[in-house]
């Protein structure tokens, strides 16, 4: 009963948080999620039960605005090429000893927070992205695959394609939705998406979605790039952590 009471406390503070960043920051909730839940269970599950709750976060996101055409239009070669890359990548996820996928979640979080804290701004020109597009899909693809994680090298690269704000957002949106339905789809066809951790991941979008409005309320009393950067230092934290377990 005791072990019951914490799992669903742990469940409903990891996701409440993690809709929190993402309701300031406007992502980040797998990021959290996965890398909170990965140190009490193996990644494969915790990929697992962030899904529902991932997927209706970003659809939110997605439809904020009315780009979403000119967007399918512009990224689909990504978008198909992720698909393609969290699929086959996922099997890594699920028959990799968990503390080795762990070591590569921690691995991802660390690189992707990194970047975020010290790496300048980029600027990619419209003419490279026929081919650039593809590329980054694949790589995106792979480590979504291997570690639950969408968000290197796909979340820089949208961003230096000279969106507009809002533009940026819905494009990140529309980016984790495919995402999170390509991860779903390379779970069940290795078996690692079960019915009850669809129950759990279901009761988890309350949570989330209560997060993303306090998150909201924050992001008007303090300075998201603030707030941003003790994120990124948490997740680098996060990410020594769950990296060193296989030498500890």
């Known amino acids: ?29 797998p990021t959290v999620a996965m890398g909170l839940l990965g140190m009490v269970m ?26 979403i055409g000119g967007l399918v239009r512009r990224l689909w070669p990504m978008l198909v090429v992720i ?16 503390t080795w996928s762990g070591f590569a979640l921690g691995s991802a979080l660390i690189v992707y927070a990194l970047y975020a804290l ?28 291997a570690t639950g994680v969408f968000v290197m090298p796909a979340v820089p690269y949208l961003g230096a ?12 949106g529309l980016s984790f939705t495919v995402s999170t339905i390509a991860l779903a789809l390379g779970l069940l066809a290795n078996g690692a998406f079960r019915l009850n951790q669809l129950g759990l991941s279901s009761l988890s979008v309350l949570p989330a979605l209560l997060g993303m409005w306090l ?11 603030r707030f941003r950067q003790c994120f990124l230092i948490f997740l680098v934290v996060l990410g020594v952590e769950l990296a060193s377990r296989p030498f500890l």
């Open 118 to 145: 010290f790496a300048p701004a980029l600027s990619i020109p419209r003419s490279l992205e026929k081919w650039l597009s593809p590329v980054v899909g694949l790589i995106t693809g792979v480590v979504t695959g």
């Open 161 to 172: 394609l000279g969106l507009e704000k809002d533009e940026l957002v819905q494009a990140l």
């Open 42 to 67: 193996p990644p494969s599950i915790a990929a697992s039960i962030l899904l529902v709750p991932s997927f209706v976060t970003n659809v939110w996101q997605l439809f904020s605005g009315g780009a």
């Open 215 to 225: 998150g909201s309320l924050i992001r008007a009393h303090i300075s998201p790039k």
């Open 83 to 98: 698909v393609l890359g969290t699929v086959g990548g996922s099997t890594l996820l699920v028959r990799i000893d968990p």
């Open 1 to 29: 009963m005791n072990d019951s009471i914490f799992f669903y406390a742990l469940l409903t503070a990891t996701f409440l948080f993690a809709g929190m960043v993402k309701g300031v920051t406007g992502m980040g909730l």
